[in-house]
């Protein structure tokens, strides 16, 4: 059974635009949301991450959105640059029970 | 300040053969977790070890993988009779000791073709 379900699979967005990836899960015991940016064949980089306790995290130019009720998530990348063309994935974990599980991932390409 | 250690980075076996890859923590991490990524797919959790101790391998095959995390070196993920189903990306990842944070940080993976 799939528990974080990511959307879209591809998405392409011109540069200097903002960029918006989508996850829902279905784990109501997960409380720690963080977002990994990977590029081909290399291991993924934590980007940045979010706990329940607020709707909002901003660093540069990426933000997490968090809604608690609808059990959603999503990573907004402003200005977004063609260095970040990339695959993004959205994971989730139960702090205490640290393994992460993984949406499927959104391959993000910036065109000029 | 080294990050999370991988190798051999690549590796191809025979169908039948042993497969071993190895993982060195960040300096200061006591956990790791390795993962498998197969062909255009997310990461899926196999195994969870801090020093010689298996916290969770809810995620491993139950033939042929085991995982360990010796009191020092590596931490080894091993694969008996390898298939050519277990061609993938093999991904380690540490995180700090409990109550210091558990962000996860990966490695560069190793990638295993069974021919």
Known sequence: QQQVKQSPQSLIVQKGGISIINCAYENTAFDYFPW????????????????????????????ISFNKSAKQFSLHIMDSQPGDSATYFCAAANFGNEKLTFGTGTRLTIIP | NAGVMQNPRHLVRRRGQEARLR?????????????????????????????????DESGMPKERFSAEFPKEGPSILRIQQVVRGDSAAYFCASSPPPGMGYEQYFGPGTRLTVT
């Open chain 2, 23 to 55: 993982c060195s923590p960040m300096k200061g991490h006591s956990h790791v977790y390795w993962y498998r990524q197969l062909p255009e797919e997310g990461l899926k959790f196999m195994v969870y070890l801090q020093k010689e101790n298996i916290i």
């Open chain 1, 36 to 63: 990994y940016q990977q590029f081909p064949g290399k291991g993924p980089a934590l980007l940045i991450a979010i706990r329940p306790d607020v709707s909002e995290k901003k660093e540069g130019r990426f933000t």
